[in-house]
């Protein structure tokens, strides 16, 4: 049939081939997991179906002549100020199929970033600055309960110990951590690269609600282990490998929604993982059925500690949402050793669109409206606060520890440095970058002795990063900035947002 | 002795090694020119086998006792003394001996051009002298492609 239906004819990206160039090596062929590419022998020309095109520029990464480009379709549907033209494909696709929009990757609207809206300080005649190059500069920081006070004791020999019994803590050496991915939504290469990195440069990793998966039990030592609505793969051994384990109670990109890995996507390795039958739909409900109070939470803290013999802190993980701030404080009462609060910009391997890009609220104000919270009440101490969803940059880090948070977990810019485009397909398991597939034909295209070393790469110039800024204030440690909402000035925002995130105006 | 090492596991069936090889043997060492204007396509040494979702890049394995010597009855395959199986392609004769001996099917006739010869991996050679890498390690983004120490392994086929 030759009439195609405008949410096909109207296709978003065109494939800009240039014959010149083209060599006919057919390497775009083979590396197109949508089929948007195909060789017509009789012809020996190489056609593109761009309506099956999603932007991920695969294709045009791996031209070894520079011949492909991947632009948006200059008549995709003509938009006016109400009317985006994604939206207006979304109406077309609906209309078509009467279901939900489902869609990977995080929020992607235009909100307000405040990140954007904040100025970092910095030292001039009066005060010192620091140079990071020669002088001391400590990113190392401490995850876990911190509690009122210490008491040590003197002997006789003018030894001095601890009497009191620290809460366990995670040591740091940058505040930045990679988020949880589980195994399933991403694949083992891509998790085992993260795993390596976090090693490497003694941070930690997250293995989502996949369960651990055998190979990576050696770097279990640097990994945070989740126990999800699904409880998928939590077992002894999983609990006892880990450094720590994180409740999962939302994520940023759906608050409020339960995930589903479909059948299809269960191979015998992840079935195994997982502890499911293979070919079974993976669904972690909405809520955990066993969790419907903070009293319920406190239970489930608390038999993990047992189940850990309190050797390891507690994570709870929550979506931020508008009453973020009195669901902390319930969370650090109900005996976590670390919140971790997810903005509404965190990514996800799927959610419905209308979730992503409508629900939740900006990690920026979470993150103060928690501290300020916390601290109010007396029982700031009591947790650490780790913030996600949506740090973009080391900048963004250190503005997020300013406003109280301990330290940040990565996601997104992790998959960014192993190649992710934002194609925001991460919902169909093709992904052409072979991070959030299982595909075997896709999977191999991480090859984790090169993924591992460019996220290393990352974080360890996040880091150099943070120090200059660090320096720049004349700030010698990451712990002096915790809260230090003083050295950062607000541009642009309105007073009521100056007073939520707790910050001054630039100029005053 | 060091060679080309195949890792399967990461092959992502990509074509840049064919395309490198191919741009390195022309005369202009640019990929557009060799193919378009040279004429050069499929001369290729290196050769992507795709079974998906198994892909590797095969080339000469420069054997101890290269059995495509044996077959050659020109003495146009010679092995050099750093090891490399080098074959003269002004003194081929066009016979397949080496293409039909050849067991890891590494050694192809040109059936393109005027002149009947075969052509295989000369490990770059030009390049090694340079003291570069061979091409397809060079252009390999995922590292499926490596050159390093090998071992040797006396019989390969009995």
Not at chain 1, 9 to 38: H, W
Not at chain 1, 316 to 332: D, F, L, R, Y
Not at chain 1, 362 to 389: F, H, M, W, Y
Request: aromatic share 6%; glycine share 8%; hydrophobic share 40%.
């Amino acid at each position: 049939m030759l009439y195609k239906k405008p949410q096909i004819q109207y296709y978003p990206y065109i494939v800009q081939r240039d014959d010149n160039k083209c060599v006919r090596c057919l390497g775009c062929v083979e590396q197109c997991s949508y089929d948007a590419t195909f060789y017509d022998e009789e012809l020996d020309v190489l056609w593109n179906k761009h309506e099956a095109c999603v932007g991920c520029k695969r294709c045009e990464a791996m031209c070894p002549t520079d011949a492909l480009k991947i632009v948006p379709n200059p008549s995709r549907p003509i938009e006016h100020a109400s009317w985006k033209w994604d939206l207006v494909m979304d109406a077309y696709l609906q209309a078509n199929t009467g279901s939900i929009i489902i869609t990977g990757i995080g929020n992607d609207k235009p909100y307000r970033i405040y990140f954007d809206h904040l100025v970092i300080d910095a030292c001039q005649v009066t005060n010192p600055s620091i140079d990071p190059l020669r002088e001391p500069m400590e990113l190392r920081t401490f995850l876990g309960r911190k509690g009122q006070k210490i008491e040590i004791t003197e002997s006789e020999n003018g030894k001095i110990a601890l009497k009191t019994r620290l809460a366990p803590q995670l040591e740091l050496e940058t505040p930045i951590m990679f988020s949880a991915m589980s195994y399933g939504s991403i694949n083992l290469n891509f998790q085992e690269s993260m795993a390596r990195a976090a090693v490497e440069l003694g941070t930690y990793w997250n293995t989502g609600e996949g369960g651990l998966h055998k190979k990576l039990y050696p770097y279990a030592g640097r990994g945070i282990v989740q126990v999800a609505s699904g409880r998928f793969g939590v077992s002894r051994d999983y609990l006892k490998a880990a450094a720590a384990v994180e409740i999962k109670i939302g994520q940023g990109a759906k608050p409020g929604i339960g995930g589903h890995l479909p059948g299809e996507k269960v191979n015998a390795d992840i079935a195994e993982t997982r502890m499911i039958p293979p070919g079974s739909d993976a669904i972690s409900p909405a809520p955990h059925h066993d969790i419907y109070s903070i009293e319920d939470l406190k239970q489930l803290v608390y038999a993990i500690k047992e189940a850990t013999r309190y050797e390891k802190p507690v994570f709870v993980k929550i979506a931020a949402v508008h009453n973020v701030a009195a669901i902390a404080s319930g969370i650090a009462r109900a005996g976590a050793d670390v919140i971790v609060v997810d903005g509404f910009r965190g990514g996800t391997g799927a959610t419905p669109k209308s979730v992503r890009d409508h629900v939740g609220i900006p990690i920026e104000v979470a993150i103060a409206a928690v501290d300020r919270r916390l601290r109010q009440e007396g029982i700031r101490n009591e947790v650490s606060i780790v913030a996600t969803g949506g740090i973009r940059s080391s900048a963004d880090v250190i503005k997020i520890i300013a406003l109280g948070a301990d330290a940040a977990y990565i996601a997104t810019v992790a998959m960014l440095a192993i190649g992710c485009t934002l194609c925001q397909t991460c919902n169909t398991g093709r992904c052409a970058w072979g991070i959030t597939t299982n595909d075997p034909r896709l999977a191999r295209r991480q090859n984790p002795d090169i993924a591992s070393e460019q996220l290393y790469n990352l974080v360890k110039g996040w880091s150099h990063e943070m120090k200059e800024m660090l320096g720049a204030m004349g700030i010698n440690s990451i712990e002096s900035l915790k809260g230090n909402r003083l050295r950062l000035r607000s541009i642009g925002l309105t007073e009521k947002e100056n007073e939520i995130l707790g910050v001054l105006p630039a100029g005053e | 002795m060091k060679k080309v090492i195949i890792v399967e596991d990461y092959c992502i069936a990509c074509y840049n090694c064919e395309v490198a090889c191919v741009a390195t043997h022309s005369r202009s060492e640019d990929p557009v020119k060799a193919y378009k204007r040279e004429g050069l396509r499929g001369r290729t040494n290196a050769v992507v086998e795709v079974e998906s979702p198994l892909a590797f890049s095969s080339m000469c394995r420069h054997c101890k006792h290269p059995w495509c010597m044996d077959a050659c009855i020109s003495g146009a395959i010679q092995r050099l003394d750093n090891g490399i199986v080098y074959l003269d392609e002004e003194r081929c004769v066009g016979c397949w001996g080496c293409v039909v001996g050849c067991p890891y099917g590494a050694a192809h006739p040109n059936l393109a051009g005027k002149d009947k010869h075969a052509f295989k991996c000369d490990l770059c050679i030009k390049r090694l002298d340079a003291g570069l890498n061979p091409a397809c390690v060079e252009a390999c983004p995922n590292k499926a492609l490596l050159y390093d120490e090998t071992i040797e392994r006396e019989e390969v086929h009995t």
